[in-house]
């Protein structure tokens, strides 16, 4: 199917449900990102901060940039212009940085914590203990320019279609706690991202409010994307 009839299914299928389609570009030429943009796609994400960059100048300006890859904090200072939403926070030192960054652009950019769900250790994220300790900390309190407006997790890559819901099942308990816990009293804290073009039903159906769709939208990716490792 073409790039705009993809758009036109999702948009079918998560109309009813109010999840967010999240239109992940990485590795994709400016041309197919504007052929779904045409088909009223807005937002997108890439796990490069280079690739984000180069595409956020040659694209409309009404685009929503979203950073989903592992994040850098020498990177953060070219994307905190114009991001919208940065999926990966995966430590207080990042966390610190984009705050320091934000200022300088006067805004406040909003983060989701990027948590460790997955049975693989390659996967980035803080873990359950992390997590904890970082919204306790003094440091965390005093950040004005972040907003942290809830989790990002990605499940492991296994066929095994009970282990991935059981994944995201974990993520949204640990949401509808921190919920409790540190943002009771704050609405912006509502966001679950979670599913990508092979589980994003199970992420659906277990509370995930942004999906974040490559392949399925795309087609498969032919060119490997770089590593974030070497930049
Ligand atoms: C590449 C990527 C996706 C999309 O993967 P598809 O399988 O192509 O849908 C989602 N989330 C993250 C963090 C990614 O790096």
């Known amino acids: 199917?073409?790039?705009?009839?993809?758009?036109n299914d999702f948009k079918k299928q998560l109309g009813a449900v109010k999840v967010k389609l999240i239109a992940v570009s990485k590795t994709q030429p400016v041309e197919k990102i504007q052929e779904a943009y045409d088909a009223g796609q807005r937002i997108?994400?890439?796990n490069q901060v280079q690739e984000m960059v180069d595409k956020y100048e040659h694209l409309p300006k009404d685009i929503e940039w979203h950073l989903i890859?592992?994040?850098q904090t020498n990177k953060v200072k070219y994307i905190a212009p114009f991001v919208n939403l940065i999926h990966s926070v995966d430590s207080l030192k990042l966390l610190q940085e984009i705050n320091k960054q934000?200022?300088?652009?006067?805004r406040v950019?909003?983060?989701?914590?990027q948590v460790y769900i997955a049975d693989e250790e390659t996967k980035f994220g803080l873990g359950y203990d992390e997590l904890i300790e970082l919204l306790r900390s003094e440091e965390f309190s005093t950040l004005k320019n972040v907003s942290i407006v809830g989790v990002?997790?990605?499940?492991?890559n296994t066929?095994?279609?009970?282990q991935i819901k059981e994944e995201f099942y974990e993520l949204s308990t640990l949401f509808n706690g921190l919920k409790t816990a540190f943002f009771r009293n704050n609405p912006t804290f509502k966001e679950i991202s979670m599913?990508?073009?092979s589980d994003y039903l199970i992420a659906i159906e277990q509370g995930s409010t942004m999906i974040r769709v490559g392949s399925a939208i795309f087609g498969e990716r032919t060119k490997k994307p770089i590593s974030n490792n070497n930049l």
């Open 1 to 7: 199917m073409s790039i705009s009839a993809n758009i």
């Open 44 to 46: 997108f994400g890439e």
């Open 69 to 71: 890859g592992h994040l």
């Open 102 to 106: 934000a200022l300088k652009n006067n």
């Open 109 to 113: 950019i909003d983060c989701l914590l």
């Open 152 to 156: 990002m997790g990605i499940a492991t």
């Open 159 to 162: 066929n095994s279609q009970k």
């Open 195 to 197: 599913g990508m073009s």
